[in-house]
T-cell receptor
Framework: KQEVTQIPAALSVPEGENLVLNCSFT??????LQWFRQDPGKGLTSLLL?????REQTSGRLNASLDKSSGRSTLYIAASQPGDSATYLC???????????FGTGTRLKVLA | GAVVSQHPSWVICKSGTSVKIECRSL??????MFWYRQFPKQSLMLMAT?????????EQGVEKDKFLINHASLTLSTLTVTSAHPEDSSFYIC????????????FGQGTRLTVV
């Protein structure tokens, strides 16, 4: 059974720092891995999608890497800003299904 | 990109009543949609898979008689919370995957249900 874990559970940093959020999964048979952002009381915003054949994806200040064999992904946020404060979730659909298994989330707070 | 629309975005209902939540794929057809649930400060948990033209499949521990799912067309799935109780208060969100986008999921905006 696929299990997805995120570390740290919470993170508070001053503005301008570069951050690394970690996601690990137990079963490497996945279609892809997606990183999402969730603001309090809101829905999900897709940040990056990495296909199982890819190693990384970049969008602006965000960079996500995927090491499928070791069951790990990292989300790198450069030059963090207070507007980056949110909960970040990673999720994977096991191969053969489109249903996503979500990680436990990292609550990020960037202080001005 | 593909758009999934969910309605309503929030709803308050009295205990014992039923509430229907709609999930629509606006610019693509979806034979399968998924319903998730999120309790406060927890992650999203898959509730059920909605299959167009056939019965939904439910995850372990989810009461199918309480959470009725209907997927009558290729663009619409509905989740009805029957005889709602305060413990059903939660954030419900649906997703769908266009056939041409591999396994990439697109999520609705979510529905916050409060049962009083």
């Amino acid at each position: 059974k696929q299990e997805v874990t995120q570390i740290p559970a919470a993170l508070s940093v001053p503005e301008g720092e570069n951050l690394v959020l970690n996601c690990s999964f137990t079963d490497s048979a996945i279609y892809n891995l997606q990183w999402f952002r969730q603001d309090p009381g809101k829905g999900l915003t897709s940040l990056l999608l990495i296909q199982s054949s890819q190693r990384e994806q970049t969008s602006g200040r965000l960079n996500a890497s995927l090491d499928k064999s070791s069951g790990r992904s990292t989300l790198y946020i450069a030059a963090s800003q207070p507007g980056d404060s949110a909960t970040y979730l990673c999720a994977v659909p096991p191969s053969g299904t489109y249903k996503y298994i979500f990680g436990t989330g990292t609550r990020l707070k960037v202080l001005a | 990109g593909a758009v999934v629309s969910q309605h309503p975005s929030w709803v308050i209902c009295k205990s014992g009543t039923s509430v229907k939540i709609e999930c629509r794929s606006l610019d693509f057809q979806a034979t399968t949609m998924f319903w998730y649930r999120q309790f406060p400060k927890q992650s999203l948990m898959l509730m059920a898979t909605s299959n167009e033209g056939s019965k939904a499949t439910y995850e372990q521990g989810v009461e199918k008689d309480k959470f009725l799912i209907n997927h009558a067309s290729l663009t619409l799935s509905t989740l009805t919370v029957t005889s709602a109780h305060p413990e059903d208060s939660s954030f419900y969100i649906c997703s769908a995957t266009p056939a041409h986008r591999g396994a990439e999921a697109f999520f609705g905006q979510g529905t916050r249900l409060t049962v009083v």
